[in-house]
């Protein structure tokens, strides 16, 4: 499919399934490489990364375990704005190396914050692996050790990304159309 509608918008196609495929594959071999000896944690944040969560793990052929994580927000104190709490972590990551399984990483206030508590919990080493990181947007300091595809400031959707719930079953990546948009405004 070149073009979907979603929501109303017409969004056009921008990262086929298998430029995604090689793309994981290579962060999957570094991952393999680098990481060899250390018994990694993949922590996925749910919900947009479960689709790439999915294929790195097929990709992974050392030792490691998977667990599922949800960000909620919250509005804190207005000294420190949204609160984004880590929810459903389970497992004691005291002295572990983690890696983080992130769809997109934006402004990157969520990886920060689920950096920080990580970090809190007692991780020993933290690694951030993205499948779509936007360094244009990027305001803060977290190394993004392996980002799938870089992408320009484009809102994107497909591939576990959403457009206010629709299109994460799209097994490829889209860009919202502005020419279509303009059409019909
Ligand atoms: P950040 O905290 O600004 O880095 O944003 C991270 C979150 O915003 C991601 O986990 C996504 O849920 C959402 N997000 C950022 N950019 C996009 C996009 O282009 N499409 C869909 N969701 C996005
Ligand atoms: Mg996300």
């Not at 399934?17 to 290579?26: L, M, P, W």
């Not at 990551?93 to 769809?103: C, Q, S, Y």
């Not at 914050?113 to 803060?140: C, D, H, M, R, W």
């Amino acid at each position: 499919m070149d073009k979907v509608v979603i929501n109303g918008h017409t969004f056009k196609i921008k990262i086929g399934s298998s430029e995604i495929n090689k793309a994981v594959g290579d962060v999957a071999r570094q991952i393999n490489t680098q990481l060899r000896d250390k018994k990694p944690l993949f922590l996925a944040v749910l919900n947009g990364s479960f689709m790439f969560a999915s294929d790195l793990m097929k990709k992974i052929k050392i030792d490691c375990e998977i667990s599922f994580v949800k960000v909620a927000s919250y509005k804190g104190t207005s000294s420190t704005g949204t609160v984004k709490q880590l929810i459903g972590l389970s497992e004691d990551v005291r002295g572990r190396t983690v890696v983080i399984v992130e769809d997109i990483v934006d402004t990157g206030t969520t990886i920060e914050n689920v950096y920080k508590q990580l970090k809190g919990l007692g991780a020993s080493e933290i690694k951030v692996a993205t499948l779509l990181f936007k360094p244009e947007a990027y305001t803060k300091s977290v190394p993004i050790e392996y980002a799938a595809i870089v992408v320009p400031n484009d809102f994107l959707v497909g591939y576990g990304l959403d457009y206010n719930g629709f299109g994460r079953n799209l097994e490829d990546i889209y860009v919202l159309d502005y020419k279509e948009e303009k059409k019909y405004t």
